[in-house]
């Protein structure tokens, strides 16, 4: 990392002095190709802090630039307000995984910051430009990060996507939110966002670092998630070959739990013996029987869950003051194309006193 202990000097010297390096890079670079194609990582930012040291000769940065090893955001803190991140990729293109959107370790007096990014495969190059000018997209590894593309064009960065400017996003308490809901905004069917799963309690919950199969569960967690999945996804108790998908993903990417045999978990069982609201026995799917043994369980999760959960999983525009009445009426539209409406209803209403 580069500190520079300078007053602000002017955005122009910057980009002045950023064009130079560039040029002394290139140059270093065209003159001894096969040192470079063997730097990466820490041995890179060494030559970029040369090559800025240098190029500083002569402008309002010359003999303030020190370099210190640690994990700081930016490598390259320049006049204490400007910084330079170096990234570079081994291979003949210009893209790579950049830093974390969250920017914890963001040096907190930098605020225009440059990427200077060194192409290690043959030819070499050098590239600097405005860090937030050439961020393309979000990747996932442990935690949401930047995707780098050098040469994106102009009104294509993640943010012109996103509606928001880099610095507005990077000053967010939570930037993660922003991003969430911008690529929940763009999801296909059958398509989930395994790193942003909001449990059922209303409290955000981690990605699971482990994938279990369902077998592997005891009878006690089988029992959980199968009642949130009556809880979150209506859908379930209606027909098709798709009532079963938004729950499977949600297992997949909440829970970490590939179930290979989902059906089995609502709709084995044959009939149950039930009665209506007004004390007609009626048979009906096995699903109701299991809605009528978890009541209580699915009266506490739907109580407190977050309602933000609820409006996303019912699809919902609002969430009723009465949300265990609310979420009988989604089941009962749902399960009216196999058993009717209003039976579905008087069945429910009869399971929970409503």
């Known amino acids: 990392m580069i500190i520079s202990e300078n007053k602000k000097p002017p955005l122009e010297d910057f980009k002045s002095l950023m064009s130079q390096t560039d040029n002394l890079l290139n140059a270093n670079a065209k003159a001894n190709e096969e040192y470079f194609c063997k730097r990466g990582g820490k041995l890179l930012e060494s030559d970029v802090f040369d090559a800025v040291k240098k190029s500083a000769i002569g402008t309002p940065f010359e003999g303030s630039i020190q370099l210190i090893s640690g994990a700081s955001f930016p490598d ?74 050098m040469r994106l064009e102009s ?97 997949a990417t909440s829970k970490g739990i590939v179930n290979t045999n989902i059906r089995d978990s609502f709709s084995a069982g044959g009939k149950a013996l039930m009665r209506t609201v007004d004390g007609v026995e009626v048979r009906m799917p096995a699903a109701f029987g299991r809605i009528k043994k978890y009541r209580s369980m699915i009266e506490d999760m739907i109580k407190s869950a977050d309602e933000k959960s609820l409006l996303e999983y019912w699809k919902a525009n609002k969430i009723d003051d009465n949300r265990v009445c609310q979420w009988c009426k989604l089941v009962a539209t749902e399960a009216s194309s196999e058993v009717g409406y209003d039976l579905a209803w008087k069945v429910l209403r009869g399971i929970f006193a409503i």
């Not at 763009?186 to 919950?205: F, H, I, N, Y």
């Not at 005891?218 to 029992?223: D, I």
């Open 76 to 149: 390259i803190v320049a006049g204490n307000y400007y910084g330079v991140e170096v990234k570079s990729t081994e291979g003949d293109h210009w893209t790579s995984i950049g830093s974390s959107i969250l920017e914890s370790t963001r040096n907190p007096n930098v605020e225009r910051i440059y990427l200077t990014f060194g192409k290690l495969g043959k030819p070499v190059q050098f590239l600097s430009r405005p860090y937030e000018e050439c961020l393309s997209d979000i990747a996932v590894t442990h935690y949401p990060r930047y995707r780098i593309d």
């Open 155 to 251: 009104g294509e960065t993640i943010f012109d996507k996103m509606g928001i400017p880099y610095d507005d996003l990077r000053k967010l308490d939570n930037p993660v939110a922003p991003v969430s809901r911008y690529y929940k905004s763009r999801l296909k069917e059958g398509e989930s966002l395994w790193w942003a799963a909001d449990d059922v309690s209303g409290e955000e919950t981690a990605v699971s670092a482990t994938i279990k199969l369902w077998t592997a569960l005891t009878p006690q967690e089988k029992e959980a998630v199968t009642v949130q999945g009556y809880v979150l996804f209506p859908e379930i108790l209606g027909k098709g070959c798709k009532k079963y998908n938004r729950y499977a993903l949600w297992l």
